[in-house]
């Protein structure tokens, strides 16, 4: 009986498993840096006067998009070059790299959804905090939360590799170009919204912008950014 051969990962698995060996920037970083936020956070709020509001909002939760921007950054500056040079093709690559943040990010959704719950029932901690509560965006049933969470994490990700990618290809006026070329489009359509609706409208609209509309907004730039960088890393020479 001829002894059967172990099956090879798919590309994806192949990227994701060596993506984790460096399991301090994956796994520990985003947690940390949520945890020491909530503590400042806290620590901040029982220094502070109440003032009399129902909520505290604070801003903590922000950290963690931040380092999940810089984890993406470094998924491209520091690993891509030696996958490559593994025989990983670009598209295995980078599937396999968001792939591995959806399930990330998929956990991170699941921790803010359970984290609102708490927080509602505690009363905010037992000091009216807002840490997993975020108005307009992280504020509306657990399961809208839990993939809004999920959307941001994977788009904070897939943005900070786009940028990897981009400074790759094109060196640092290249990335410097990019980054105000972004600028220059928002700030064109905030002009051109408020030329045709006025800036009573477009205030109103921010207003009164529900959960599920951001919710959306989030799904359709991910998708934009998906593309954006899956078209980039083909084209990329390393």
Same mark, same amino acid.
């Given at each position: 009986m001829r002894p059967t051969r172990p099956t090879r990962p798919t590309p994806i698995v192949a990227v994701a498993r060596y993506l984790l060996l460096d399991r301090v920037t994956y796994l520990v970083m985003p947690w940390t840096w949520a945890a020491f936020a909530f503590v400042?956070?806290?620590?901040?709020? *029982?220094?502070t006067p109440a003032g009399g509001t129902d909520h505290r909002w604070v801003g903590g939760l922000a950290a963690v998009f931040v380092v999940v921007f810089v984890v993406g950054l470094?998924?491209?500056? *520091?690993?891509?070059?030696?996958?490559?040079?593994l025989g990983i093709s670009r598209r295995g690559y980078?599937?396999?790299?968001?792939?591995?943040?959806?399930?990330?990010?998929v956990a991170f959704g699941l921790v803010v959804a359970v984290g609102q719950a708490v927080e509602r029932k505690t009363g905010g901690w037992g000091m009216d905090m807002g840490y997993f509560r975020i108005p307009?965006?992280?504020?509306g049933p657990w399961y809208l939360s839990w993939?809004?969470?999920?959307?941001?994490?994977?788009?904070m990700f897939v943005y900070g590799m786009w940028y990897g990618l981009v400074h790759r290809r094109a060196g640092a006026v290249g990335t410097v170009v990019f980054g105000a070329a972004q600028l220059s489009v928002l700030a064109l359509a905030a002009v051109v919204a408020t030329w045709v609706h006025g800036w009573a409208d477009v205030g109103h609209f921010f207003v009164t912008?529900?959960?599920?509309?951001?919710?959306?907004?989030?799904?359709?730039?991910v998708a934009l950014l998906l593309a954006g960088g899956f078209a980039t890393i083909r084209r990329l020479s390393v």
């Open positions: 400042i956070d806290v620590v901040v709020l *029982r220094l470094q998924s491209v500056a *520091r690993a891509l070059p030696f996958a490559l040079s980078f599937l396999g790299a968001t792939s591995l943040a959806l399930a990330l990010a307009y965006l992280l504020d993939l809004t969470a999920t959307l941001a994490f994977v788009l912008v529900t959960a599920a509309g951001v919710t959306g907004v989030l799904g359709a730039v």
